[in-house]
Each structure stands twice: as C-alpha cells, then as structure tokens.
Nanobody
Framework: QVQLVESGGGLVQPGGSLRLSCAASGFAVSRFAMNWYRQAPGKERELVAY????????NYADSVKGRFTISRDNAVNSVYLQMNSLKPEDTAVYLC???????????????WGQGIRVTVSS
C-alpha cells in the first residue's frame, strides 16, 4: 500500500539539468521529512538532500550545494529534486526516502522508492 515512485531521470550532458519527482501514495507526505539519496557505481549510498516535514529546513551534501534544490508539495503528496549544472560525478541511481522519527520510544517509519537512474555523460 505504501509506495514512493520516482520519475524524471535519464541521460543528460554535463552542464544540463533534470528534475526528479517522487510521488507518494498510501501515506501522507506532510508528516515526513523527505530525503534524496544516491548510489553511484562503486560507491556507498550517500544523502544528497533533506527537507523537513514543513519545508522550512533543507540540507545538502557539499558536493551538490548551489546546484541541487529539494522541494515539496504536500498538496499533491510529492517531493522534487531540481538538479542543475550536472557533472559526470552525479551519475547514480537516485532514491526517494520518507522518514518519520515519531519519538525515541517507537521505531521510525522509513520508506524507500525503487530508485531512478541519472546518467551525466557527453
């Protein structure tokens, strides 16, 4: 029932842009902090961008600051990642994540999408 579905990936040349979308169903995104992670070939999964449940606080990996922007639209239960000035090093599978800590007395809710490929190459 709970699903996160990413879209908007593909092949782009260095310097180009893509916008990833993450559509949620089965739960209310408004209650969750949202994250974009990526898994590059031969590398560990890394956190790329974070946005809190209210959309008031964002954080980015140093490697993408100034180039990527995370946003959310709770009215349509979606989260986005605008990626500009793309570099070959950005090539990876990008994964959408929803996280709700609740409290220290309960396990967190932690949902993941299937991932979508982004390839930056000339």
């Amino acid at each position: 029932q709970v699903q996160l579905v990413e879209s908007g990936g593909g092949l782009v040349q260095p310097g180009g842009s893509l916008r990833l979308s993450c559509a949620a169903s089965g739960f209310a995104v408004s209650r969750f902090a949202m994250n974009w992670y990526r898994q590059a070939p031969g590398k560990e999964r890394e956190l790329v961008a974070y946005i809190d449940s209210y959309g008031g606080t964002t954080n980015y990996a140093d490697s993408v600051k100034g180039r990527f922007t995370i946003s959310r639209d709770n009215a349509v239960n979606s989260v986005y990642l605008q990626m500009n000035s793309l570099k070959p090093e950005d090539t990876a599978v990008y994964l959408c994540n929803a996280y709700w800590r609740h409290s220290s007395l309960y396990p967190a809710d932690d949902y993941w999408g299937q991932g979508i490929r982004v390839t930056v190459s000339s």
